[in-house]
């Protein structure tokens, strides 16, 4: 497929985007699937996925993929009515459409078996192949996580990223509560900016021209009484009233309340990475736990020593020695697998997913706050022209 308008390639040659959406019914019930196209190294896109099918390849790649950012979705504990409702749609489906360019800059996600596996087995095969993914195998996320991060094998110390990963958990911890503060400010804005403009117009439009028309062409019961707000012999008048009606649809704060609050997504989604951390090393724990209980009960059996826990099974002394001698084996050995992984786990969240997320965030930041205030100075300048004629 060749690059055009709609479908412009990023530095790795993939374009993905959300290109239609439509309403299905199933069981009586009403939801939207969202049609996936683009291409890649390996070919055309065209998938239809519902919201569901995004949330569970996301938490298939949180399971599979510890310690990297994946990328956050929208909430999804919505109300059926709402879900259906055309502006919650939309802010959907621009927020699912991130998603896939975010995942697209990701090489390593990208060409991932799972998300391969979304963007290319239409319904029921992408579900048969994705459940068993959910299965957490160590050795085989230590070979994975070998092949695809050489990049940090030769770190030769976890000190400096273990400290990198404290204090921007203590920033997260900080800044979270902060930003949902700023989400709050931001939407009295929106309401208040919409209400500011609406209120505008209509006062202009219905208003004070009725007034003029109907009010005081009775008090000075002169049909023809000179009117300054209406527009019917106003042209000028006219076209400012446009633009007012305009401004309300103008998406210039709330453009910069969208981008906060996917900002605020797009942190929780790193925490969640660095808790992914904290997971791993809750496993380990727990395995060296496990280890010291199996020898207890190996020794005990060995020497003669009452254990109840040994009651419970009717197999022969040698043989349940001989089983807790293999389960210690085989759980010491997860907890060796446990240890590189974290190593692994520590290293990918310093060097790649903290670092990465901070690139740019200035730039970008100044440039919505550009964009929404050029925008308001624009609506502000139809407010001043509208009362200059007046």
Same mark, same amino acid.
């Given at each position: 497929?060749?690059?055009?308008?709609?479908?412009?390639?990023?530095?790795?040659?993939?374009?993905?985007?959300?290109?239609?959406?439509?309403?299905?019914?199933?069981?009586?019930?009403?939801?939207?699937?969202?049609?996936?196209?683009?291409?890649? $190294?390996?070919?055309?896109?065209?998938?239809?996925?519902?919201?569901?099918?995004? /949330?569970?390849?996301?938490?298939?790649?949180?399971?599979?993929?510890? $310690?990297?950012?994946?990328?956050?979705?929208?909430?999804?504990?919505?109300m059926q009515k709402v879900q259906m409702q055309e502006p919650f749609i939309?802010? @959907?489906?621009?927020?699912?459409?991130l998603f896939l360019r975010k995942m697209s800059e990701v090489p390593v996600?990208?060409?991932?078996?799972?998300?391969?596996?979304?963007?290319?087995?239409?319904?029921?095969?992408?579900?048969?192949?994705?459940?068993?993914?959910?299965?957490?195998?160590?050795?085989?996320?230590?070979?994975?996580?070998?092949?695809?991060?050489?990049?940090?094998?030769?770190?030769?110390?976890?000190?400096? /990223?273990?400290?990198?990963?404290?204090?921007?958990?203590?920033?997260?911890?900080?800044?979270?509560?902060?930003?949902?503060?700023?989400?709050?400010?931001?939407?009295?804005?929106?309401?208040?900016?919409?209400?500011?403009?609406?209120?505008?117009?209509?006062?202009?439009?219905?208003?004070?021209?009725?007034?003029?028309?109907?009010?005081?062409?009775?008090?000075?019961?002169?049909?023809?009484?000179?009117?300054?707000?209406?527009?019917?012999?106003?042209?000028?008048?006219?076209?400012?009233?446009?633009?007012?009606?305009?401004?309300?649809?103008?998406?210039?704060?709330?453009?910069?309340?969208?981008?906060? @609050?996917?900002?605020?997504?797009?942190?929780?989604?790193?925490?969640?990475?660095?808790?992914?951390?904290?997971?791993?090393?809750?496993?380990?724990?727990?395995?060296?736990?496990?280890?010291?209980?199996?020898?207890?009960?190996?020794?005990?059996?060995?020497?003669?020593?009452?254990?109840?826990?040994?009651?419970?099974?009717?197999?022969?002394?040698?043989?349940?020695?001989?089983?807790?001698?293999?389960? /210690?084996?085989?759980?010491?050995?997860?907890?060796?697998?446990?240890?590189?992984?974290g190593d692994m786990i520590v290293l990918i969240l310093a060097y790649d $997913?903290?670092?990465?997320?901070?690139?740019?965030?200035?730039?970008?930041?100044?440039?919505?706050?550009?964009?929404?205030?050029?925008?308001?100075?624009?609506?502000?300048?139809?407010? @001043?022209?509208?009362?200059?004629?007046?």
């Amino acid at each position: 497929m060749k690059a055009n308008s709609q479908f412009q390639p990023n530095e790795s040659g993939i374009a993905l985007k959300i290109s239609e959406h439509f309403t299905k019914e199933e069981n009586y019930m009403k939801h939207i699937v969202y049609v996936i196209k683009g291409f890649d $190294g390996q070919g055309p896109i065209e998938i239809s996925r519902r919201y569901s099918e995004f /949330a569970m390849i996301r938490e298939v790649l949180v399971i599979r993929w510890p $310690g990297c950012f994946i990328p956050p979705l929208p909430p999804k504990d919505i109300m059926q009515k709402v879900q259906m409702q055309e502006p919650f749609i939309q802010e @959907r489906r621009a927020a699912l459409d991130l998603f896939l360019r975010k995942m697209s800059e990701v090489p390593v996600l990208y060409n991932s078996q799972e998300f391969q596996v979304f963007l290319r087995f239409p319904g029921s095969n992408f579900i048969s192949q994705i459940k068993p993914m959910k299965r957490i195998v160590f050795e085989e996320m230590l070979s994975r996580y070998a092949s695809n991060f050489q990049h940090l094998a030769n770190i030769p110390s976890k000190d400096e /990223a273990r400290i990198i990963i404290s204090r921007f958990r203590s920033f997260l911890a900080k800044m979270q509560g902060r930003l949902n503060i700023m989400k709050n400010h931001s939407k009295e804005i929106v309401r208040a900016k919409r209400s500011f403009y609406h209120g505008m117009g209509t006062f202009q439009t219905e208003v004070a021209s009725v007034y003029e028309k109907e009010v005081l062409a009775e008090y000075e019961n002169n049909e023809n009484i000179p009117t300054i707000f209406s527009q019917e012999n106003n042209p000028a008048l006219e076209a400012q009233a446009k633009r007012m009606k305009e401004a309300v649809q103008n998406p210039s704060l709330e453009l910069f309340d969208s981008w906060l @609050r996917v900002e605020i997504r797009e942190l929780n989604a790193l925490s969640e990475a660095i808790q992914q951390m904290d997971k791993y090393e809750a496993y380990r724990i727990k395995a060296e736990a496990k280890v010291k209980s199996y020898m207890e009960r190996k020794n005990k059996l060995a020497t003669g020593e009452f254990d109840w826990r040994n009651l419970l099974t009717t197999k022969p002394k040698d043989a349940q020695i001989f089983y807790l001698e293999e389960m /210690a084996t085989k759980t010491q050995n997860d907890i060796k697998n446990l240890a590189l992984l974290g190593d692994m786990i520590v290293l990918i969240l310093a060097y790649d $997913g903290i670092q990465k997320f901070k690139t740019n965030k200035a730039e970008k930041f100044y440039a919505f706050v550009s964009n929404a205030v050029q925008n308001e100075l624009n609506n502000l300048g139809t407010v @001043r022209r509208i009362l200059y004629r007046i």
